[in-house]
């Protein structure tokens, strides 16, 4: 590299170092970015487990024989998956929009079947698989809604609900 001197006589390597200083705007604008980051990996990973439960479920333990049951449960695979995916790539409001509506519908199926039974199928609380798929719902369900509030925050007008 080159040096150069500058107008007080110091020398210069000829590359700008850029140092960083905590301004309000700066570090809330980097915590913003990494909470919104993390918020979306933890919600995709209980989509992706979810959706990895059901797969397993529909391919390995015999779901894929239980008539409407067994295609329901590889749409929710599919769908998941796409979903899961999408919130890793896609930094926007939207699959978050889907992760929310995909474990809050998984969920009510999932107690509906617990409770009165769907589709000819009573499900049991119990199972190793079901605790898996219902916890990776409910972490994707509070998760995703939390991160959701935070992405449409930005579109209420200011003075509405206190915004600044």
């Known amino acids: ?3 150069e001197t500058d107008r007080s006589g110091a020398r ?8 960083s200083h905590r301004t309000g705007g700066e570090s809330t604008f980097e915590w913003t970015r990494a909470r919104d980051g993390v918020l ?3 919600t995709a990973a209980g989509i992706l487990l979810s959706a990895v439960v059901h797969l397993e479920l529909y391919s390995v333990q015999g779901f894929k024989d239980i008539h409407i049951i067994g295609p329901l449960f590889m749409l929710n695979a599919i ?5 899961g995916i999408a919130m890793l790539v896609w ?3 939207l699959p978050t929009f889907l992760a929310v509506g995909f474990a809050a519908t998984t969920l009510v199926f999932f107690y509906l079947s617990v ?8 499900e049991v609380l119990n ?4 605790v898996m798929a219902e916890v990776a719902e409910w972490t994707a369900l509070v998760l995703g809604s939390i991160l959701l509030v935070l992405q449409l925050w930005k579109y209420v007008p200011a003075g509405w609900l206190g915004r600044r």
Do not use: C, P, Y
Request: charged residues 10%; hydrophobic residues 40%.
């Open 1 to 3: 590299m080159k040096s």
């Open 12 to 19: 210069s390597s000829g590359v700008d170092i850029v140092t």
């Open 40 to 42: 979306r990996g933890l």
């Open 79 to 83: 769908a998941g998956l796409v979903i």
């Open 91 to 93: 930094e926007h409001w």
């Open 115 to 122: 409770t009165i039974g769907t589709f000819g199928l009573h």
């Open 127 to 130: 199972g190793t698989s079901q």
